[in-house]
């Protein structure tokens, strides 16, 4: 897809107006409640009954004291890394074209291709197509099936001259994934990581202090509300073709809107949450702009910039939450308009 410079400058005008990063989160308190332990018995204490009679007679009996323990809280649990690679010996094509299509069922496909002019990869499913820039040294991209089950054209473009394009490659293939959630579970060209990026070990020890999944969410957007400012001067002069790198991002401490939205995609995804990016246009200035959505079975947590609902996918927006936007403006989705999701 080509990215328009000026929707990130008049992204980067709004936000000039903002303020620092806004946000509030409530932790759960859990009160222990503690006693001292001997090995002695503890004193006698009395117990009355009655019996046939009806007279009350009193007994005596000893009880040793017992521990009080506080209940243990429930830890979020990640799933195994879910990971992505490009398998050249299970690959279809010709001289110039690798097309992987060895994982579709974990929900993205593979390509490799090489030509002395700038290549294209199309991606088609029904009525929509997403178009992807890739190396045309043979450097393997990785891009998510993000259209669900069903029949996919795949077709490699390489440029002629200007901005006209030739079909180099063209192939077919009837896609069967495991579960709609694999797409936004792995790693790909626009939320490149691995096992052993620092994001993801980041994103690790937050999980650990976490409850559950809605928790470990929270945990990632406070830490990127709290340490990644918006990059104006990038955003000024941001290329067509411009992908992020979310440890970057992480050890710079800025970044542009696609920027967050990869970074906040890594962190989650490697801890087994779903979560896209999305590319839309957000309302009233129509601004094009990029978010995450996340999807989570918990519900009842309310955050700044988010709510998660039960079995919803919800929407995050943490550019404008860490830049100090007000949660108003992101409001409740209905000022933003999907247009392409990774």
């Known amino acids: 897809m080509v990215y328009k410079t000026k929707y990130f400058c008049l992204l980067a005008a709004l936000l000039l107006f903002l303020g620092g990063c806004a946000h509030s989160r409530t932790d759960e308190q859990e009160t222990a409640v503690s006693s001292q332990l001997t090995d002695q018995e503890a004193p006698a204490a009395v117990y009355t009954y009655s019996t046939a009679d009806g007279k009350g007679k009193k007994i005596e009996k000893t009880k040793s004291q017992k521990k009080t323990k506080s209940k243990k809280k429930k830890s979020y649990k990640a799933p195994g890394f879910a990971g992505s690679a490009f398998h050249a010996e299970l690959a ?50 990785v891009f998510p099936l993000q259209g669900g089950d069903g029949v996919y054209m795949f077709r490699v473009m390489e440029n002629v001259v200007d901005s006209q394009y030739a079909q180099l490659y063209i192939a077919e293939a009837e896609v069967a994934i495991s579960d709609e959630f694999q797409p936004f579970l792995r790693p790909s060209a626009y939320v490149n990581y691995t096992k052993d990026s620092q994001c993801v070990k980041k994103a690790a020890k937050l999980a650990k202090k976490a409850g559950n999944a809605v928790e470990v969410v929270s945990g ?53 949450i779903p979560t896209r990016v999305i590319f839309g246009y957000v309302s009233p200035d129509n601004l094009y702009h990029a978010w995450n959505m996340f999807y989570t079975k918990e519900t009842g947590w309310v955050t700044v910039g988010f709510k998660a609902q039960k079995d919803q996918w919800t929407r995050m927006d943490l550019t404008f939450a860490a830049n100090g936007a007000e949660s108003s403006f992101i409001g409740d989705g209905s000022n933003y308009q999907d247009a392409y999701m990774y």
């Open 92 to 141: 279809q094509g010709d001289g110039n074209v690798l097309l992987d299509l060895s994982a579709t069922k974990d929900g993205y496909v593979a390509i490799a291709a090489w030509s002395p002019a700038r290549l294209k990869f199309q991606v088609t499913k029904g009525e929509s197509t997403y178009t992807y820039d890739i190396a045309s040294d043979g450097t393997p991209s």
């Open 220 to 272: 990632v957007y406070d830490y990127i509300c709290k340490t990644v400012d918006y990059d104006f001067p990038k955003a000024a002069n941001v290329q067509s073709g411009y992908l992020p790198n979310p440890d970057e991002t992480m050890e710079t401490g800025m970044g542009i809107c696609f920027d967050y939205a990869s970074l906040a995609a890594a962190m989650l995804r490697s801890q087994g």
